[in-house]
């Protein structure tokens, strides 16, 4: 069970899912929360996972609403009437079975006041309409599934989202110690350098230097600290939450074991829920295309009702009334054939959106793949040159020591490992942003967490 504050740590923390190859490549670090559980929380407390689970419930019951058309419509009416009208008053001593023609007072047109209570029960019921109900039923079931994708598109971002802030509050988190390692390094630095001047073997400038060079230091450091506390906050944005706390952040830096990059095929944007949807979007259009069609067909309805009438609710006749009716709209001022120009327009469209789509995500896949592999080459750089530059700067000191070096050369070895460890750092997370980044191209992030699903 996860409290209200959770525990950041390390960059590749146990049990992630999310990447394979990063499973498998990244030793495990113990701490209190994991990638997954971050995403775990995130798909169940985020808005925008709710909306769109939403939209599925939206889905399903239009689904309903199609299949009701399959079903007989049934009313039930009651109604009281009192007329002096001859062919009315007529009919209603005829239809409570009263009518007594052979009576003395009988004047068919000149009748007494005469009220009827009538209660009906009627149906309605259509027999075949060439299809169009079918129609109807098979774009709803359309819509669901593409509410569905929509959700899994959903899902896959979020994912992705929650990746990149997770390891972007883990990469700040390395900034932070980067400028602590710095300013750590500029005071022993200082220290030498005033116990060299203290000696008479350094002037005031090395010193003044030294400390304007730690005051950049010490403001590059709260500026870390702040970025720190930006992406946390971030994170617990997306999450919907305040689940990770700024001071549990624990950056654990390791460039051992780097995971591989593994290259895409172009039909991996076949499993973009986004490449589904419009396959799906083209399908409902090719139905309604249909359905318009079908208009031009007659339908053939069953109807009829029962009905008690009589002059007070005690005293009722009850009859009944069935039958068949074809509807036929010979002529709708050539709305018909106007729909159908319509709905072809709109598969078209469908259809041309369809390949769109695939482009798109082709150039996304490639486009993820290619900063994938400049974070690659980047980070294989930066691991190359960090130990030189801590070795330079530890020489350089060594040298000032020894009054070899001046202060200029040991300020730029300073500044120069900073820079190296900086860009190292950002390296490091940017590769493994950019691996996530390719799952998500591929759609297959949504498929490896599909058990977290929203309550």
Known sequence: MIGERIRLKGPLPCGITLLLVILT???????AVTLDECIGLALKQNPDIEIAARRIEAAEAKIKQTAAAYYPRVTLSSSYTRTSNPPQAFMMKLNQKSLDMMSPGFDPNNPDDTGNIRTSLGFKYRL?????????????????????????????????????????????????SVQE????????????????????????????????????AQEDLIRAKNGVMLAVAALNTLIGSEAVAVEDICHCETFDNIPALVGYEPDDAEHRPEMKM?????????????????????????????????????????????????????????????????????????????????????????????????ARERLDVSRKIVHSAEEALRITQERYLHKAADITELLTAEVGLTAIRTRAAAAYYDYLKALANMERAKGVLVSRHATDSPE
């Open 128 to 176: 075949y309409d060439f299809g169009r109900r079918e129609a109807d039923y098979l774009m709803a079931q359309g819509g669901k599934s593409i509410a569905a994708e929509e959700l899994a598109a959903v899902r896959n971002g979020m994912i992705y989202r929650i990746t990149d802030y997770f390891y972007s509050a883990l990469q700040a988190d390395s900034f932070v």
């Open 278 to 374: 419009a396959r799906m979007m083209r399908s409902i259009s090719e139905q309604n295309l249909k359905k318009t069609k079908r208009e031009y067909a007659p339908a053939l309805n069953a109807f009829g009702s029962l009905d008690w009438d009589g002059e007070d609710l005690g005293d009722t006749e009850q009859s009944y009334l069935v039958g068949a009716q074809i509807e036929w709209d010979i002529f709708t001022g050539f709305y018909r054939y106007h729909t159908i120009i319509d709905a072809r327009a709109a598969l078209e469209a469908a259809r041309a959106e369809t390949r769109k789509m695939r482009n798109r995500l082709l150039l996304d896949l490639q486009e993820s793949y290619l900063l994938a592999v400049e």
């Open 25 to 31: 490549a990244v030793p495990a670090i113990v701490s």
């Open 181 to 216: 390692k710095s300013v750590e390094s500029l005071r022993e630095s200082l220290r030498v350098a005033r116990e060299r001047f203290s000696a008479g073997t350094a002037i005031k400038t090395d010193v003044l230097n030294l400390e304007v060079k730690l005051a950049q």
